[in-house]
């Protein structure tokens, strides 16, 4: 299935999209997938073109990362939620619609669906992390703020240094595989630590719990999988499905088998 990128006009800006399928009699609700932050819609790409045959099927850039738009400083969880509404709203989608998030995404869609449970279907989330107060100041000085580029470039390369380990190179992911990924996390620019700012102050555990929808947390072994297991008593009308042969770069490395378990839950 072809892989379309087109761009919705938005009150505060841009919004950049990727998308396959089509909406048409006897097929399935669409599906909105929203990445991880730093990253674009780039890592659901190979995804789309497989979920795309039979739903309409869509990733937007969250603002101010790949080629969308920043909102003003300093968005909150909320913000980008009612952002992705409107491009919802945008592309003409009417009836309840099906989320995927990953990390940062999964805030995002267990926000939106608290701002319009009606509009709402289903929901998968690739991790739910729930932090202790010394693990969040552990992340907040990771992901701190501060220039990537510099002129001696020794922080760029300890963030790809680092993303190696992360996306856990020469064992998992190819260097290739990597630096296609890594490139992405650059887009935000000056604003890269934005979204994990976001993500750090949202208040997971009560929306999450308040959610009445059926919600399925995918928990591959990446560094959020102790974090997601937390979440397993919250969910009133779904389970935390253990995926330990899958890590970081997984929707690329088994995006057929990925597609199938996707459809399993929804459909």
């Known amino acids: ?41 780039l890592v659901y790409e190979r995804l789309l073109a497989e979920m795309g045959h039979d739903r309409l099927t869509i990733a937007p850039d969250t603002p101010g990362f790949g080629n969308s738009d920043a909102l003003p400083e300093f968005p909150e969880i909320a913000d980008y939620a009612r952002t992705m509404w409107d491009t919802v709203d945008a592309l003409g989608l009417a009836g309840p619609i099906d989320l995927l998030g990953y990390h940062t995404g999964s805030l995002t869609i267990v926000e939106m669906a608290r701002q319009a449970p009606a509009r709402v279907r289903r929901l998968i989330l690739v991790s739910a ?46 260097v290739e595989d990597a630096a296609r990924i890594f490139y992405e996390r650059l887009s935000g620019r000056e604003r890269h630590w934005w979204g994990h700012r976001a993500a750090f102050n949202y208040q997971l555990a009560p929306a999450l719990a308040a959610l ?27 389970e935390v499905l253990e995926l330990p042969d899958y890590t970081h770069g997984f929707l690329d490395t088994h995006t057929a088998a990925v597609a199938t378990l996707l459809r399993s839950l929804l459909d």
């Open 129 to 174: 992390p729930l932090y202790t107060p010394d693990e969040l100041a552990a992340l907040r000085a990771l992901y701190r703020p501060g220039p990537i580029f510099t002129q001696d470039g020794a922080r760029l390369l300890e963030l790809w240094r680092w993303f190696c380990i992360f996306f856990r190179v020469g064992t998992v992911n190819t």
């Open 1 to 41: 299935m072809h892989v379309r990128r087109c761009y919705i006009d938005l009150p505060a800006g841009q919004v950049h999209i990727r998308r396959a399928g089509t909406v048409a009699t006897g097929q399935k609700p669409p599906l909105l997938c929203l990445h991880m932050s730093p990253a674009s819609g």
């Open 212 to 238: 009445d929808h059926r919600v399925a947390v995918l928990n591959p072994d990446d560094d959020l999988a102790l974090n997601t297991r937390r979440a397993a008593t919250l969910l009133s009308n779904g």
